[in-house]
């Protein structure tokens, strides 16, 4: 990036290759995605010992499950025989193993080799060292994380301290329960953009007033322009008619009980890196995950979490999802419009930040140092 030539209003962004070219995307699966905490799946859909999911991380296919003592454990979905792919189904359930289609290698739920064919006759096979490779797994926020690298970052100071430096301090986004709360509605949105254009443009609200008219119904203040995640501890503040955070505005469903009263009427946006968004209204939680699948195309997976009686009453939340929904539609469209510009020449040294977008920068930065540091490992 260089800020030469820019008056002093503009700051440059990443160049356009960044968001094109293969070659990075593989440097940023491999010290980014391979190497930070990365959220995959919702720990209640783990419900008893033997439910697994899969999941993409960096060029990794992950397996997740419970384990027969109710903790969530985390492997490399690769049979330690031959390579195969253990377990092709997105989620499913077994009784007490995996079993390799291949050769039958079997491997227990806490990712021990437990059987093979004519493994008597092979005595000297360490049954745990030729177990699943095992990841390192925390569970917060009712979701599951897991990290890649032998030696992971610091949970509490990469994943909890960005909730920190964005509302102040962790005992905000407690209040909400998250844990306890239940998926109302997930939607999964396949995304033909570069992920980084989805971060950015979850970050700004310069975009707001153009194409967010419903969002800015209800939240007047991004009719200006300057997101929320701008402030520390700031929340953008409903309008004055608006009853709840709905596509029309329209009472909302019941508010959860810790949710203080000043951060009720409220909206908070959080971007926790590298790809997790986290919206806080007083009657939901809206959670955004990420998938960078190539360099042009990232899955994002989002739950709308509510009440427990609200869901299991039957209560229509149709119109708050609707909201949201809307946003995503209309987010994902501008990165998809935004994505074959980063090929054009025009954009060979990239484009610009106006003053509302500066903070951007800062990620731009970040980008730029993780894709050129050394892994650790």
């Known amino acids: 990036m260089t800020q030469e030539g820019l008056p002093p209003s503009l700051i440059a962004t990443l160049p356009g290759g960044h968001y094109a070219d293969p070659g990075i ?3 940023e699966q491999e010290r980014i995605f391979e190497a930070m905490w990365f959220c995959v799946a919702r720990a209640s859909e783990l419900a008893k010992p033997g439910s697994f999911r899969t999941y993409q991380v960096g060029r990794e296919s992950v397996l997740i499950t419970r384990s027969r003592d109710s903790s969530v454990k985390a492997f490399l979905n690769v049979c330690r025989h031959r390579g ?13 193993a995996f079993q390799c289609p291949y050769h039958a290698w079997t491997y227990g739920l806490d990712g021990k080799l437990v059987a093979a064919p ?5 005595p000297d096979i360490d049954r745990t060292e030729y177990g699943l490779v095992n990841l390192h797994v925390r569970e917060w926020l009712g979701y599951v994380w897991v ?7 610091s949970f509490e100071e990469d994943v909890i301290g960005e909730v920190v430096s964005r509302l102040g301090d962790v005992e905000s986004i407690e209040r909400y329960d998250i844990d306890n709360l239940s998926v109302g509605k997930r939607i999964v949105y396949d995304v033909k953009a570069n992920w980084k254009l989805i971060i950015e443009n979850f970050m700004e609200c310069y975009h707001c007033a153009t194409i967010h008219p419903e ?8 009719a200006d322009g ?3 995640q701008y402030y520390v501890g700031h929340g953008a503040e409903f309008g004055e008619e608006v009853q709840g955070f709905t596509v029309d505005g329209s009472e909302g469903l019941d508010r959860i009980p810790g949710v203080a009263e000043d951060q009720d009427r409220r909206y908070y946006a959080i971007t926790v890196r590298p790809q997790v968004f986290i919206n806080l209204v007083p009657d939901h939680v809206i959670f955004h995950r990420m998938y960078p699948v190539s360099v042009d195309r990232t899955i994002v997976e ?3 979490l ?10 229509d939340v149709s119109r708050s999802v609707e909201l949201f929904h809307r946003v995503n539609q209309q987010d994902f469209d501008a990165c998809e419009r935004t994505q074959p510009g980063m090929s054009s020449r025009v954009y060979a040294k990239g484009g610009v930040l106006v003053p509302s977008e500066h903070h951007i920068g800062a990620f731009h930065t970040w980008v730029q140092d993780r894709i050129d540091a050394q892994p650790v490992g």
């Open 25 to 27: 995307f593989a440097l």
């Open 84 to 96: 195969a792919k253990l377990c092709t189904e997105e989620s499913g359930e077994v009784k007490r």
């Open 118 to 122: 004519n493994l008597t006759k092979m």
């Open 147 to 153: 990290c890649l690298a032998e030696n992971p970052p």
């Open 215 to 222: 969002l800015t119904e209800v939240l007047p203040e991004f």
């Open 226 to 228: 300057y997101a929320a």
């Open 302 to 304: 989002c739950d709308w």
């Open 306 to 315: 509510y009440l427990s009686h609200v869901i299991e009453s039957g209560k």
